[in-house]
């Protein structure tokens, strides 16, 4: 079995990138891939420990999109540490994330909430690699909510008082990007898009249209029948199903890698059917 969507403390998980290639073995993994949001800064140091522990480690992220109005996540695979399209859009994304999280911070203290920006960064041991769940950690911890849920709830959602709004492209720019970098596209627990199946099959069709490349249908906390419901919608679009835990660490509880709540189980042939959709090396194109 495989694990395609983790994250470690290069982005909003609480383990060092190094960490999850040897869960991922504990687990009885063949491969793993590092997806953190924005950055593929753990795929070196994660690479090297899964030499190690003899695990395949694919070199991943995860895009926040804006898609029908709303928030869509995009995984992209097989994207290397370097000079390239997609890469360049991260760094672009990193630093419109630094300067919302400056103006988060400003928003916590207009509303007499005592986090600041420094304790932000201590929180997440980098500048660019701070997420709202670390914001959340020390809304929990100043008294200012009772848990991470009830920070987002209370304080960070979209509509609550402390909402910012961060930069947001295209699912299809996503794809496009990828694909000028050698990488694929990945629709993201497709579910949290909050549509009926009737409107996420024109959705995933629409994507598909788009040049996504997969979706991610066996997914840690969905049920063997969404799961189910998903591959074949995935199919019905051409589109590669695909699978992870969406592992995080502490800040979501009760999801492991490669096993997700315990029943996932994502196919070792899933990574050879995506890397078959990789558009072929500049040199032959």
Known sequence: MIDLHTHSTCSDGTDPP??????????????????DHDTLAGVEPARRRA?????????GCEVSCSFMGTSAHVLVYFVEPGDGPFQ?????????????N?????RLSELGIPVTYAQMVEEAAGEESVGRPHVAALLVRAGAADSIPDAFDRW?????????????????????????????AVLAHPL????????LDRAVGDLAAAGLTGIEAVYGRYSPDQRARLVELGHRHGLVPTGGSDYHGTVKAGLS??????????????LGRLADRRPPPASAR
Request: charged residues 30%.
């Open 51 to 59: 030499a190690d522990v003899g695990v395949h480690l694919v070199p």
């Open 257 to 270: 890698v490669g096993t997700g709540e315990g029943d996932l189980r994502v196919p070792d042939d899933t």
């Open 88 to 100: 360049d859009e991260l760094v672009r994304l990193r630093a419109d994330r630094v300067e919302r």
């Open 192 to 199: 949290s898009l909050n549509l009926g199946w009737t409107e």
């Open 18 to 35: 190094e960490r999850i290639p040897e869960l991922a073995a504990a687990a009885g993994c063949s491969a793993v891939a590092l997806t």
């Open 156 to 184: 960070l959602g979209e509509g609550r008082p402390a909402f910012v709004r961060k930069a947001r492209i295209t699912p299809a720019e996503v794809a496009t990007l990828a694909r000028g970098s050698g990488g694929v």
């Open 102 to 106: 400056r103006r988060l911070a400003a």
